[in-house]
């Protein structure tokens, strides 16, 4: 492979802020939930590169066999692999195609195949794009891969599409709220400049709710100093606890106040515990060992659930939260038994044929 632009590439990157900002130039485009990959291809030489140098290429031949048709020769496309379904943009089945069998992958490729999103072209033909603006790139983008903007179509049989960009920040709230249901992370703002790689130079508004867990565990900090995370649970109707997910981010200093604050809860807490036999008994346990934390350590120091956690999530996917929560405060005026499923936002799913023309 010989191309302007050479793998390994770091993406580029974006910071968080609360509102859709507005500035002259800017464009913006629908967040997508995925993996964030970067597709080279020269000729017959395809390869799928994620955010983190993990070669993605073995796990998605379907993706291989489509882009090699419909993408130029010679290019390097940044874009996102996601898995539509009816319903919406579905994680947490794309994460079970990064499976070490040859045969499950295969077997996955047809059952579940993927689609990729393009948002950014990098390098076409002997050209390296990557100093240019991006006003530029995304036109010739477009030219690429085509059908651009809401109500666009897809090519190689609806799997490879362009992403919506509008310039309108009234359309980019628009999105904000109306994609949520298909499962979308919220949108992304981009300033008219060259791509720098492993930069924030683009601004990111996510979805942003609390819920008030109770608190039934944490786990030790990797350096062993204070409190890393903090496990999460929530009933459901039938009264089972569930492991939703942790609250983590903590400062150093915090980490150690947590130690003191929680001890009083450790002792005796396994003694009746819901998660005691999280490895028999039917939900959602924290811990156990998984291809996806090969070689991290999963163990968990129980606590009595006796308090309540009130903490900042994005949105929920498959009964968890999608992403680490962080905590906002312990509420004492909150009961255990009150942290329910019930209390978490559903939002209605969108179609996705908004954004794919189908």
Request: aromatic share 8%; proline share 7%.
């Amino acid at each position: 492979m010989d191309l302007p632009v050479m793998p390994p590439v770091k993406p580029m990157l974006a910071r968080s802020v609360p509102e859709v900002p507005e500035a002259p130039g800017m464009s913006y485009e629908p967040k997508w939930d995925g993996f964030r990959c970067v597709v080279f291809r020269d000729g017959a030489e395809l390869e799928l590169g994620s955010r983190n140098d993990r070669p993605l290429t073995r796990y998605f031949p379907e993706l291989v066999e489509v882009l090699s048709a419909v993408l130029p020769e010679r290019c390097v496309v940044d874009g996102e692999i996601v898995l539509v379904t009816g319903t919406g943009l579905d994680f947490d089945t794309l994460q079970l195609r990064l499976h070490p069998a040859a045969s499950r992958v295969r077997k996955l490729a047809e059952e579940t195949p993927a689609s990729f999103v393009a948002f950014d072209l990098l390098a076409l033909g002997d050209r390296d794009l990557t100093g240019l603006p991006f006003s530029e790139r995304r036109a010739l983008l477009a030219d690429v891969v085509g059908g651009g903007g809401v109500g666009g179509g897809g090519v190689g049989g609806a799997r490879v599409h362009l992403t919506p960009v509008t310039a309108d920040p009234v359309v980019a709230r628009d999105w904000f709220t109306r994609f949520e249901g298909a499962g979308f992370d919220g949108v992304m703002a981009k300033p008219d400049v060259p791509y720098e790689q492993d930069k924030r130079v683009m601004w990111k508004v996510k979805h942003e709710r609390t819920a008030d867990c109770v608190l039934a565990g944490f786990r030790w900090h990797k350096d062993g100093m204070g409190v890393g995370s903090l496990l999460l649970g929530l009933f459901d109707e039938a009264g089972v606890l569930h492991h939703v997910g942790v609250a983590s981010s903590f400062t150093a200093a915090r980490r150690v106040e947590l130690v003191g604050e929680l001890e009083p809860l450790r002792e005796g807490a396994l003694e009746g515990h819901p998660w005691r036999a999280w490895g028999e008994a039917s939900g959602r346990m924290p811990g156990g060992q998984s291809r996806w934390s090969v070689g991290k350590d999963l163990s968990w120091e129980p606590l009595r659930p006796e308090w309540v956690a009130e903490v900042r999530y994005e949105h929920v996917a498959g009964g968890r939260f999608r992403h680490m929560s962080r905590l906002v405060r312990f509420r004492v005026d909150r009961t255990p038994e009150s942290c329910t499923y019930g209390q978490l936002e559903v939002v209605a799913p969108a179609e996705l044929g908004m954004l794919f023309g189908g």
